[in-house]
């Protein structure tokens, strides 16, 4: 038997023909994250681990002291996911979960302080509430190819 590849699940915005809106965005508010041919991950230049990325993007996006070099509302921080055509698909894929778990436990922490409970415990409208507050924004620029991290 042939095992299914069910690959990452991810929405895309509808189809348009429109050129897209040209949108001017504070660069405080975008957390770059690149993985390179070495399976090396930099976020925003600097080297960083796998593991400490869940963290430090969840601190990003809230940005609990207002610093000004993180996202000045987690309504307006936005994740740049970049990878090199040589990164191993098992890496890529370890960090998109990473930034996946950071925005989901950044809406349990908001769904319980808010309502007492988990997100997915929420009915349909404190869930689009929770989403309002924190939502999940992952852009996913075009692979370098190998090597060319630029």
């Known amino acids: 038997t042939i095992a299914e590849d069910k690959g990452v699940l ?21 957390y770059s994250v690149l993985v390179n041919a070495d399976d ?5 230049g600097e080297n960083m681990k796998v593991e400490d990325l869940k963290d430090a993007a ?3 996006i809230r940005n609990p002291r207002k610093e000004a070099d993180k996202a000045e509302d987690p309504t307006k921080a936005i994740i740049s996911l970049k990878n090199d055509r ?5 890496t890529f894929l370890t960090v998109y979960n990473e930034l996946k778990a950071a925005y989901t436990e950044l809406r349990n922490e908001a769904s319980e302080k808010r309502y007492g409970k988990l997100y997915d415990l929420l009915t349909k ?3 689009k509430i929770i989403r309002n507050e924190i939502p ?3 852009s996913e620029a075009e692979p370098t190819n190998f090597g060319d991290e630029d």
């Open 125 to 127: 409208e404190q869930r």
């Open 136 to 138: 999940l924004v992952i």
């Open 10 to 30: 991810v929405r895309l915005p509808p189809w348009s023909n429109e050129p897209p809106e040209n949108l001017k965005m504070n660069t405080r508010n975008v």
């Open 86 to 90: 040589g990164t191993k698909y098992k």
């Open 40 to 44: 090396q991950l930099l976020v925003r």
């Open 58 to 60: 969840k601190l990003f």
